[in-house]
């Protein structure tokens, strides 16, 4: 009776982390530390709760599906600021859409890319990062395609090698997934790598997702760049490109749901075709905070100092030790405890502090060895006394 395209789709990591930690119960009395979910903890500014109050009128009302006129505008404009884009290049009304949280988006994205292969053809290829976040895999395989994994090694920079793919994958690839900066290592493409991405996409046809959830999070002086303005580098053209967008972590409102993608006017066009059936719109009253949201940059500084004092407690605590690096981007810690999926339980029981095992990251490599064996992904989402906390506890536990 159920339907056999989602045999491949395992359970998702936190569910596989419940199933892992079900029974043991911590053997210490301070409360529990949840650093496995990359949930900012930190409270938004003050006028996303005014905003929605103010429209609290609205429940009776269908929001329209792609967004707001000016949730539209202030996502193009953010963009321009951000990127240093020149004002035109991206259209509001043709170039961007709002997704409800970029899980659903990027999942979707599939849907646009991916073609059913003619019979006697191989299936088409959705490509993406080993590790990487799980909803590519999940859009691609129930969009149909077969998924094939770009290993981020630290020998790459923890990057895919868009120069090791060879001729014949590339043929096949309908859509290929990249992150910048990257969950869970927080490596930053450069400009020169996301034009690169850029130039493979349009010279083999494929749709090429950029997910810069993290974009705004990071530690050097410079903000890292984002594949608009490698495309605005390259001319102009957002041809075979869409890039995704959220509030969870650059405002601190993973609860909200609000995020968009822009990019390929085709694309767009398509996606609201698509989303008139299937989308979760976003309520008026998000749309209205989010609007606000991507106008303000103020509290986005202060976010990424938090996060930036974040990296200065673990780096006091745990460099020289499982392979410790401050990432270029994003809020989470890779840590090599030499059995992930042991120290994640150890950790629970000794500690009460909850990790992700890396390997729930990860997919095999074509030997049966897996990448994310040896890690554990830490959050540092938390203010700084807890993450202190949870990582003084992490040290000693291991
Ligand atoms: C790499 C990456 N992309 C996208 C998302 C989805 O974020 P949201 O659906 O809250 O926009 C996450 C969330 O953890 C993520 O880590």
């Given at each position: 009776?159920?339907s056999?395209?989602?045999?491949?789709?395992?359970?998702?990591?936190?569910?596989?982390?419940?199933?892992?930690?079900?029974?043991?119960?911590?053997?210490?009395?301070?409360?529990?530390?949840?650093?496995?979910?990359?949930?900012?903890?930190m409270?938004?500014?003050?006028?996303?709760?005014?905003?929605?109050?103010?429209?609290d009128?609205d429940?009776?009302r269908?929001?329209?599906?792609?967004?707001?006129?000016?949730?539209?505008?202030?996502?193009?404009a953010?963009?321009?600021?951000?990127?240093?884009?020149?004002?035109?290049?991206?259209?509001p009304?043709?170039?961007?859409?709002?997704?409800?949280?970029?899980?659903?988006?990027?999942?979707?994205?599939?849907?646009?890319?991916v073609?059913?292969?003619a019979?006697?053809?191989?299936?088409?290829?959705?490509?993406?990062p080993?590790?990487?976040?799980?909803?590519y895999y999940?859009?691609?395989?129930?969009?149909?395609?077969?998924?094939?994994?770009?290993?981020?090694?630290?020998?790459?920079?923890?990057?895919?090698?868009?120069?090791?793919?060879d001729?014949?994958?590339?043929?096949?690839t309908?859509?290929?997934?990249?992150?910048?900066?990257g969950?869970?290592?927080?490596?930053?493409?450069?400009?020169?790598?996301?034009?690169r991405?850029?130039e493979?996409?349009?010279?083999?046809?494929?749709?090429l997702v950029v997910?810069?959830?993290?974009?705004?999070?990071?530690?050097g002086?410079?903000p890292?760049?984002?594949?608009l303005?490698?495309?605005?580098?390259?001319?102009?053209?957002c041809?075979n490109?869409?890039?995704?967008?959220t509030?969870?972590?650059r405002?601190s409102?993973?609860?909200l749901?609000?995020g968009?993608?822009?990019?390929?006017?085709?694309?767009i066009?398509?996606?609201?075709?698509?989303?008139?059936?299937?989308?979760?719109?976003?309520?008026?009253?998000?749309?209205?905070?989010?609007t606000a949201?991507w106008?303000d940059?103020?509290?986005?500084?202060?976010?990424?100092?938090?996060?930036?004092a974040?990296?200065d407690?673990?780096?006091?605590?745990?460099?020289?030790?499982?392979?410790?690096?401050?990432?270029?981007?994003?809020?989470?810690?890779?840590?090599?405890?030499?059995?992930?999926?042991?120290a994640?339980?150890h950790?629970?029981?000794?500690?009460?502090?909850?990790?992700?095992?890396?390997?729930?990251?990860?997919?095999?490599?074509?030997?049966?060895?897996?990448?994310?064996?040896?890690y554990i992904?830490?959050?540092?989402?938390h203010?700084?006394?807890?993450?202190?906390?949870g990582?003084?506890?992490?040290?000693?536990?291991?």
């Open positions: 009776m159920l056999s395209r989602f045999a491949a789709l395992a359970h998702y990591p936190f569910r596989q982390l419940a199933d892992l930690i079900q029974g043991v119960t911590p053997a210490i009395n301070d409360a529990p530390i949840d650093m496995s979910i990359g949930e900012p903890r409270q938004p500014p003050a006028f996303v709760h005014e905003i929605v109050a103010r429209h009128g429940w009776n269908y929001p329209p599906i792609g967004g707001t006129a000016e949730f539209k505008a202030a996502c193009a953010w963009l321009n600021r951000r990127y240093g884009l020149r004002r035109g290049m991206i259209d009304d043709t170039q961007v859409v709002a997704v409800a949280g970029t899980r659903e988006g990027l999942f979707a994205a599939a849907f646009l890319a073609s059913p292969a019979a006697g053809e191989q299936p088409p290829l959705a490509l993406m080993n590790p990487f976040y799980q909803v999940g859009g691609a395989i129930c969009a149909g395609a077969e998924a094939r994994f770009l290993t981020a090694r630290k020998e790459t920079g923890y990057l895919p090698d868009l120069d090791a793919i001729g014949e994958t590339l043929a096949r309908q859509i290929m997934y990249l992150c910048s900066p969950n869970p290592q927080g490596a930053v493409a450069d400009l020169a790598y996301l034009k991405a850029i493979l996409s349009r010279a083999h046809d494929f749709l997910d810069e959830c993290y974009a705004e999070i990071y530690s002086d410079e890292p760049p984002g594949a303005e490698a495309a605005a580098a390259l001319g102009g053209s041809a490109l869409l890039v995704f967008h509030l969870s972590k405002s409102v993973p609860g749901r609000s968009f993608a822009a990019g390929s006017p085709e694309c066009d398509l996606f609201n075709r698509l989303r008139g059936y299937n989308a979760a719109a976003t309520p008026l009253a998000t749309l209205e905070a989010a949201l106008r940059e103020t509290h986005v500084v202060a976010t990424r100092a938090r996060y930036r974040a990296f407690v673990a780096e006091r605590l745990l460099a020289g030790r499982f392979d410790f690096f401050r990432p270029a981007g994003g809020f989470y810690l890779w840590l090599d405890v030499g059995d992930g999926v042991a994640t339980r950790l629970w029981r000794e500690a009460g502090v909850k990790v992700l095992p890396g390997r729930y990251l990860t997919q095999p490599e074509p030997d049966g060895s897996n990448i994310g064996s040896r992904r830490v959050a540092l989402v203010d700084i006394a807890t993450t202190e906390a990582l003084s506890r992490l040290t000693r536990a291991l």
